[in-house]
């Protein structure tokens, strides 16, 4: 009876990672396509309204969902008084900070943190060529996250209730 | 407001500064940064380099040399991170910061269709510390007032840079603005005074409040064309008296004479040194000829203190104030 329990809670145990793995495939495309559309109203806010970086990253910030909101509002956050951190120390703490939260990979970190030394310091036709390329090298990503959820979401889900029943079989 | 502009140094420049001693810190007029170069500090009308140890120095070899990361923090901090907002600025090489402290830039100039458009590899920055000094205009003013009309008379008030303008304009705002039972002279009735701060000097303003006083019947045009901004003021504002800083192309004296002849006060100031001078000059040149000016305000400044010098419409002395004479602190242009 007793062992039959445990069984049960192996398989549970391996279903249930094989489900947050898939997740994470899944949530990666979600998450690249939300951190386009807050880049491309950061465009926006920097070409036509002439917002300064911190009031713009709030905005942007208050508009997104977790966990990108958090992300940007603590930029923002950094970048104001009395901090005054420049953009790129300022992204850099909030990415330390929030990354975690997100199924986002190095890629798009790295790609971040490029664009993050560059914003503010150029005028506005600059600052959107930079922007643009960061979009580009997105939406480059997330093509590939979309194969990636493609190929492994559903092979993670069985993957782990197979890994569940080897382990059992195994013990028994 | 003691002190702010300290806020808008990187850290290591900062630390440098704070450790100067208050008394000569209430004095700075300039701060100057050059990359690669002494920081430099000009106070009272004299200039000293600040030592890497602290303290003051006049030896460049000893003096604390900003690298490029003091520069690009420093670009960073007075833009608020957005260099992008600031593009205009950059094409007339100056920013001013909330606070009324300007600051003047230099860098490597982009060309388009032979004019500026943008400054780059900005490396060079001017601080000019913006000072309220209540009262400066006291001894000024009595001259300046038509007690019979209950007016006050055009004024043009001249000196070379860094020599006070801004700081009497500002003072000359609040006072003819809030009236006054000025004493010996008689009352003087509250007057609306509208102000063109086209460098946003005057009244410093923040987001449109000005953080100076420059009075409780003033009104702000900040960041407008001068020219432009003096005809916006006259057609919707309806001031008694107008007031503009460093007036000088063709396209302010002609707001000005329009001004004038509307029945408003204008008060102004301009580079210069002699009225003399100023007639030669294309834009300010018919406004003397004419007589538009009834009164010149000339300031001179040494290490004692600013003094004025008033004439009227003939070029006339009427006041001389050597400086020294009257208490009271640094001006600041």
Request: glycine share 10%; charged share 25%.
């Amino acid at each position: 009876m007793l062992k039959l329990f445990g069984a049960v809670i192996v398989i549970l145990a391996g279903t249930l990672a094989g489900f947050s793995r898939a997740a994470q495939y899944a949530d990666r495309p979600r998450h690249i396509r939300g951190l386009i559309a807050a880049l491309q109203r950061l465009e926006t806010e920097i070409k036509y309204g002439y917002t300064p970086l911190p009031e713009a990253l709030r905005r942007i910030g208050e508009q997104s969902k977790e966990p990108l909101k958090a992300l940007f509002l603590e930029a923002a956050r950094e970048m104001s008084p009395p901090l005054d951190r420049t953009p790129e120390a300022a992204f850099a703490k909030a990415m330390d900070d929030h990354w975690r939260a997100a199924s986002l990979k190095a890629a798009e970190r790295e790609i971040l943190r490029q664009l993050s030394c560059t914003l503010g310091t150029s005028d506005r036709m600059d600052q959107g060529q930079h922007i643009g390329l960061a979009l580009q090298q997105l939406k480059q990503e997330e093509a590939v996250a979309r194969e990636d959820q493609g190929k492994y979401e559903k092979m993670s889900k069985s993957l782990g209730l197979l890994l569940g029943a080897l382990i059992v079989i195994l013990i028994f | 407001m003691a002190n702010d502009w300290l806020l808008l140094f990187p850290e290591t420049i900062r630390a440098l500064l704070k450790a100067l001693p208050a008394a000569l810190l209430d004095k700075v007029e300039e701060v100057r940064v050059r990359e690669g170069r002494p920081l430099e500090i000009n106070y009272a009308g004299r200039f000293s380099f600040i030592a890497g140890s602290g303290g003051l120095t006049l030896a460049p070899a000893e003096a604390y040399k900003p690298g490029r990361e003091d520069a690009h923090r420093l670009l960073d901090l007075i833009s608020n991170h957005s260099l992008y907002t600031m593009e205009e600025e950059l094409r007339k090489g100056f920013i001013t910061i909330p606070g009324g402290h300007r600051i003047g830039l230099s860098g490597r100039a982009v060309l388009s269709g032979g004019s500026v458009e943008h400054l780059r590899d900005i490396t060079g920055f001017n601080v000019r510390i913006a000072r309220e000094v209540t009262g400066i205009a006291d001894s000024v003013l009595p001259y300046l007032v038509d007690r019979s009309r209950q007016r006050i008379m055009h004024t043009l008030i001249l000196s070379p840079p860094q020599q006070g303008k801004t700081t009497m304009l500002r003072d000359l705002a609040r006072q003819i603005s809030g009236g006054g039972s000025a004493g010996r002279e008689g009352s003087r009735p509250a007057l609306k005074v509208g102000i063109v701060d086209e460098r946003s000097e005057i009244a410093g303003s923040r987001r449109g409040v000005p953080a100076f006083d420059v009075g409780p019947r003033t009104d702000i045009l900040d960041g407008c064309p001068k020219a432009e901004g003096m005809m916006m003021m006259i057609r919707s504002l309806s001031p008694d008296v107008l007031i503009a800083d460093e007036i000088g192309r063709p396209e302010d004296a002609a707001a000005v004479t329009e001004a004038l002849h509307a029945g408003i006060s204008v008060v102004a100031s301009a580079h210069g040194k002699e009225v003399a001078e100023l007639a030669r000059r294309p834009g300010l040149g018919g406004l003397v000829e004419q007589r538009m000016f009834e009164r010149y305000v000339i300031l001179h400044r040494s290490e004692a203190g600013t003094g004025f010098r008033v004439l009227d419409g003939q070029k006339r002395g009427l006041l001389l104030v050597s400086p020294g004479e009257r208490s009271g602190g640094d001006l600041h242009a």
